[in-house]
Each structure stands twice: as structure tokens, then as C-alpha cells.
């Protein structure tokens, strides 16, 4: 969820709505151990990113956006309830309604037009 970019859209909404980096890795390694294996070439997506990917083209177009950031891959990862990402942020008490409104204000404040509701 944290990308080494600490300045994407993403980042910015879930730091202000108080998650941590620290807690999304803390989250992230109670659900899923780490493997101890280098991985070298290509690694293929899997059929859950590959949705992910085409969830957040759909969050970006429920918004009236013409693009894809990491603040609709981010709503799009928190809407599958049993993925690992909605479930770190469930913990965290974020809900994907609080997401959509913090990147609305967050993106109001860049001086954009809030995206439509529609």
C-alpha cells in the first residue's frame, strides 16, 4: 500500500486519515509471512491484480477522472473485502466511503475540480 514515492495521492490519503507505514507492514506480515526466496524475471500477475488493475479503471471513471493513480488503485484494492489491503485498512479503521471522500479533498486542494459523483 505504501509506495517509495511518499508523494502519490495514495500515500497522502491514507497519512492523513492516521495509517502509518509502519502499521500497513505490521498488517501486512500478520496475514502473510515472508518468503526468503530472490525472485528474478518477469513475475506474471495474478489473477486477483489483474482484476485489481481493472478495478481501479472503473474507480477512476466513477469519479469523472480521466486518468489511473495510485489514489484508484488504492479504492479499488480496499472494495475487495477479502484481500489483504481491505483487510489492513478494516483494522486501521478505513472505509472505502472515507477514502473516496479524503482523495475528493485532496484533490480539491491541488487546486482541481472535485470529480463528480455520478
Known amino acids: 500500500l505504501y ?22 507492514e505490521q498488517g501486512v506480515d500478520e496475514r502473510i509471512p515472508r518468503g526468503g526466496a530472490e ?13 485489481a ?14 486518468y489511473v493513480g495510485t489514489e484508484h488503485m488504492l479504492l479499488s484494492l480496499r472494495q475487495v473485502t477479502d484481500g489483504v ?7 486501521q479503521d478505513v472505509s472505502h466511503a472515507a477514502l473516496v471522500a479524503k482523495i475528493i479533498q485532496l484533490l480539491s486542494g491541488l487546486g482541481l475540480e472535485p470529480p463528480s459523483q455520478g
Not at 509506495?3 to 500497513?24: C, H, I, K, P, S
Not at 518477469?42 to 489483474?50: E, G, K, N, S
Not at 489491503?85 to 483494522?91: F, G, Y
Open 39 to 51: 525472485v528474478s524475471g518477469d513475475v506474471p500477475f495474478t489473477p486477483r491484480a489483474r482484476k
Open 53 to 66: 488493475v481493472a478495478d481501479s479503471v472503473g474507480e477512476a471513471l466513477r469519479l469523472g477522472h480521466n
Open 3 to 24: 509506495a517509495a514515492e511518499d508523494g502519490n495521492l495514495a500515500v497522502r490519503a491514507l497519512t492523513e486519515l492516521g495509517v502509518t507505514r509502519e502499521a500497513v
Open 85 to 91: 489491503a481491505a483487510q489492513v485498512l478494516e483494522a
